[in-house]
């Protein structure tokens, strides 16, 4: 039977995908592949068609085959599984290091560029400039020895981002908290409660047990009125894979972290940039260590006055001082006390048939597009379905798996990512699919999953990425969609998108009792609404304390001193943070982002992107938020456009201007309309 990772049907087949496949359908793809690449490198007079045309088809190829396999060790992981992915990783890494690294094709494309280049279509030059900008930054050019060592760094890295992942996961997934008096759960809600009795039960044990995954941990420190639980929690959750805390030295990623930041280091200096940061910086949007750095600090500036104001209040509110542990639970209720409303008191306002009915609405307004569920489509897991995009003339555009609940042996989060990539190449086309992943309750016996506010803002911000991917009109792999956008520019339309999950227009659609169907009070509205700005300033801060540590540890790692990793973070919050940290808290060894993931020294995308996203809602909000010349406009120049202009250059024709923090200042209340910053 053929491998059913190797087909080019239009959706991968779920179902029939097991371990044993993912290492032989990689290991004969990769052959084919490395074939067809030394005829291209050969070919004699090379032109956009002959090279550049079937490079993006072997791209396209790769991405097809290994995106479900990546995804199910995501989403569906067991021991055969991992062994599987793990085992292709290096294979994929060396696969992608020769091409990036060949010295034929890199010649190849300048040839082509310097030749065909002004006949050629703007973003037919951009896929080439693109890939000459990447090859360099491959090591293409280098003397042999250096370029082995550059190889041999990437290939070592990408198995110790892996291991740090998976010490994430066995630390989470190896605690747990049991109970035999209901009295000491008190605070949290119904359904927490019912899910830790499951698994009591399961376990054969009489109680409660709880588990360590996201949503139990959030519920636990901000909701759990036992100061002991909270503690126990919160010890647990900022000890993960580290040598402090209940599991101390078990699955302890200190050795993996530095070893991680050695190997960016020595990467970075063998293609001659002073430190990794440097290197991040050669695909951003952003263009210098000190334009960052500045940019945090003025960030910091702004927002310290009124997250220290923030703090004191809360103490004051305790009247006590405040352990971290603490500082979630009181913020909750002085949050209650002042705007009479919480995350849990209105879950049963948000039940996710109808939160998806809006969000899809405001897509459906804004784009013009129409989104409808599909049955018939086979899916990993029963829970998954599946949603196809039309045009306005009915026209398909994609499609997406939306992946909702929180189970075992799923890495927690939210996340979208590319299932397939639009092409539309001679060798054949291909519509976008996302797979978009959250971690929300699931639903229970007699009602349907019910999110709090703060999922449903992380709904809209995964299905904003997915409208990147899905709603791009560029044809070549390489730069369709979110591929090839400066990484700190990718949040632009996740973000822009949350602007809509605070606007009353949408919250009257999408809020509505599961049971009664009774609307979202008006009054509770406009209370949620004024939390958006509670702790703007505290939040900001606490962005900034990641940003910083991030880009401080790329930008300032030495071989002789190592990472510093403990010391740079105890700089930082020096600095920025205004939340007294225990001195055990091991916050870096579970900070999947940066340590394995592709945020490393890029954490500060987050924050660049909220001031390119609350500015863009700016002008949304000039005409008015549904406005379709705007939203065409967004369209044209920023979400169609994929990595196949410049991120800058795509903002200033939506906007007119650069990207002003003023936005984003005022979003957050920490700066009022026409206030200069403190
Ligand atoms: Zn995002």
Redesign the pocket.
């Known amino acids: 039977m053929e491998n059913p990772l190797l087909g080019q049907d239009a959706l991968p087949q779920f179902p029939q995908i097991r371990a044993e496949h993912v290492e032989p359908a990689v290991r004969e793809l990769l052959d084919s592949n490395r074939a067809r690449l030394a005829q291209l490198a050969a070919t004699p007079r090379p032109t956009f068609a002959t090279v550049v045309e079937p490079l993006e088809e072997l791209h396209h190829r790769v991405s097809r085959t290994w995106s479900p396999v990546s995804h199910l060790n995501a989403v569906l992981n067991s021991d055969a599984l991992r062994a599987g992915y793990n085992a292709c990783l290096p294979l994929l890494s060396a696969y992608h290091t020769d091409l990036a690294q060949s010295e034929p094709l890199y010649h190849a494309y300048r040839t082509i560029a310097a030749q065909e280049g002004a006949a050629l279509a703007p973003v037919q030059r951009q896929v080439i400039e693109h890939a000459v900008r990447d090859f360099r930054l491959a090591g293409v050019g280098l003397p042999a020895e250096r370029k082995a060592r550059f190889k041999s760094a990437m290939l070592e890295l990408s198995r110790l981002q892996a291991k740090f992942e998976e010490n994430v996961l066995d630390a989470t997934n190896g605690w747990s908290w049991h109970v035999t008096d209901l009295g000491e759960l008190r605070g949290l809600n119904d359904m927490l409660i019912e899910q830790a009795a499951r698994r009591a039960a399961q376990q054969g044990v009489a109680g409660w047990t709880l588990t360590l995954d996201q949503p139990t941990y959030v519920a636990v420190v901000t909701d759990a009125e036992s100061g002991e639980l909270r503690r126990a929690f919160y010890e647990a959750w900022t000890t993960r894979a580290s040598e402090a805390g209940p599991n101390a030295r078990r699955w302890d990623n200190s050795a993996v972290m530095e070893d991680i930041l050695r190997h960016r280091h020595e990467a970075a200096r063998l293609l001659d940039f002073r430190n990794y940061a440097e290197y991040a910086l050669a695909t951003r949007m952003a263009h210098s260590v000190a334009e960052v750095t500045g940019f945090l600090h003025e960030l910091a500036h702004a927002a310290r006055g009124a997250a220290q104001r923030e703090f004191a209040e809360l103490e004051d509110f305790a009247g006590r001082k405040l352990p971290a542990w603490d500082v979630g639970f009181y913020a909750e209720r002085l949050q209650r006390e002042r705007f009479c409303v919480s995350q849990e008191q209105l879950r049963p306002y948000f039940p996710l048939p109808r939160v998806l009915a809006g969000l899809f609405e405001v897509a459906e307004r804004l784009f013009g597009v129409r989104i409808r569920e599909r049955g018939e489509v086979p899916v990993w897991h029963p829970d998954v379905r599946f949603f196809a995009i039309s045009g306005a003339g009915g026209e398909p555009i994609g499609s997406f798996y939306l992946d909702a609940y929180a189970r075992p042996n799923k890495r927690s989060g939210a996340w979208m990512d590319e299932c397939v990539g639009r092409k539309r190449l001679p060798s054949g086309a291909a519509l976008p699919v996302a797979y978009l992943v959250c971690n929300f309750l699931p639903p229970g016996n007699a009602r349907p999953a019910l999110l709090t506010h703060d999922d449903v803002v992380t709904l809209f ?1 995964e299905f904003g ?1 997915g409208l990147h991917h899905l709603l791009t009109r560029v044809d070549y792999p390489s730069i369709a969609g979110i591929n090839g956008v400066a990484w700190d520019a990718v ?1 632009l339309p ?1 973000q822009f998108m949350e602007n809509y999950a605070w606007h009353p227009e949408v919250l009257q659609r999408i809020g509505g009792h599961f049971a009664s169907g009774e609307p979202l009070p008006a009054a509770q509205q406009a209370r949620l609404i004024a939390t958006r700005i509670f702790h703007a300033g505290l939040a900001t801060m606490r962005q900034l304390e990641f940003a910083l540590f991030d880009f401080r540890l790329h930008a300032e790692y030495s071989p002789q001193l190592g990472g510093r990793i403990m010391q740079i973070l105890g700089e930082v919050r020096n600095e920025v943070a205004v939340v007294p940290v225990p001195e055990w808290n091991r916050f870096p060894n579970s900070f999947g982002h940066v340590f394995a993931g592709g945020y490393a020294a890029g954490y500060y995308s987050y924050k660049w992107a909220e001031v390119l996203a609350a500015d863009a809602f700016a002008a949304f909000e000039e005409r008015g938020v549904f406005d379709r010349g705007t939203a065409q406009r967004f369209f044209d120049a920023i979400l169609s456009r994929g990595g196949s202009r410049d991120a800058l250059e795509a903002f200033i024709e939506f906007r007119g201007r650069r990207p002003d923090v003023g936005a984003l200042l005022k979003q957050n209340g920490i700066r009022a309309p026409g206030e200069l910053a403190a």
């Open positions: 911000h990425h949040e996740s």
